[in-house]
């Protein structure tokens, strides 16, 4: 049998660690989600006429545009703005800059030079980036294959 005073100190150590553990389960509970950016991509196939054999397989088009989706998950708990840039031919171009309402933020994108490109997508401290190269490219009319790009070959 255990003396008074041992169940007394037994009974503090449960009470101290139920006590902790509920405390740190309330904090973790209590804590705000943050925004999480998952990442960037372009929705819009790369541009039609690039083949084998080119240059320009999965090359986008100059003057074209496309739609990119980015990801953020928890985006009601963000705490600043989305910013999606373009940077390509020494210049930065802003495609987006707003508090994110959905999943899935879909800006339209329309490079305007060939060259290589860094897609950047920003929220709450945390990039994202994603390359793409661009070459000559003619938007085609909706009625033709949707609106494609046709991008120039190189060969």
């Known amino acids: 049998m255990l003396s008074h005073r041992s169940r007394i100190t037994a009974r503090s ?9 509920v405390g740190a389960a309330g904090a973790a509970a209590a804590a705000p989600a943050n925004a999480a950016l998952a990442g960037i991509a372009v929705q819009t196939p790369a541009g039609y006429g690039s083949s084998s054999g080119s ?14 989706e980015v990801i953020v998950n928890g985006y009601q708990s963000s705490k600043s703005n989305l910013k999606i840039t373009s940077v390509g031919q020494s210049r930065t171009t802003t495609i987006y800059d707003k508090k994110p309402t959905s999943t899935a933020v879909r800006p ?22 994603r390359s793409v190269n661009v070459g000559t490219g003619v938007q085609l009319p909706g009625f033709v294959r949707g609106g494609a790009c046709y991008v120039v070959p190189i060969y």
């Open 108 to 129: 339209i994108w329309r490079p305007s030079a060939p060259g290589r490109y860094v897609l950047t997508a920003t929220l709450d401290g945390v990039t994202k980036t």
């Open 55 to 68: 240059t320009n397989y999965n090359v986008y088009g100059a003057g074209c545009a496309y739609e990119l």
């Open 13 to 21: 150590i449960c009470a101290a660690t139920a006590f902790l553990a």
